[in-house]
């Protein structure tokens, strides 16, 4: 079993940053792959980066170059730094674990945080 807990999220103006955390319980943390998804209100739930147990990285299109996935295996901790963000990044983000390799689906996700709201303003 493995606990994930989010922090980081925030009000911020537009071109802002914002540093989530995702710390993990659990001993196993460096063999997990870890997932950054994130829900707008009437929106499904959309994939947004992830990184695998090698540190292999994947973003979602609209992120690319303005989001940096991280992990720390020794703090049990996950990153996403997220630069010059828009008022389209609003939503809900919620960090996932999943044993085996990395994937961009949330239902291939086995763990779940609570999520932190991250709100952007224009």
């Known amino acids: 079993q493995v606990q994930l807990v989010e922090s980081g999220g925030g009000l911020v103006q537009a071109g802002d940053s914002l540093r989530l955390s995702c710390t993990a319980s659990g001993r196993t943390f460096s063999s997990y792959a870890m997932g950054w998804f994130r829900q707008a209100p009437g929106k499904e739930r959309e994939f947004v980066a992830a990184i695998s147990w090698g540190s292999t990285t994947f973003y979602e299109d609209s992120v690319k170059g303005r989001f940096t996935i991280s992990r720390d295996n020794a703090k049990n901790t996950v990153y996403l730094q997220m630069n010059s963000l828009k008022p389209e990044d609003t939503a809900v983000y919620y960090c996932?674990?999943?044993?085996?390799?990395?994937?961009?689906?949330?239902?291939?996700?086995?763990?779940w945080g609570q999520g932190t709201q991250v709100t952007v303003s224009s």
């Open positions: 996932a674990a999943r044993g085996g390799i990395l994937k961009t689906i949330a239902t291939r996700y086995d763990y």
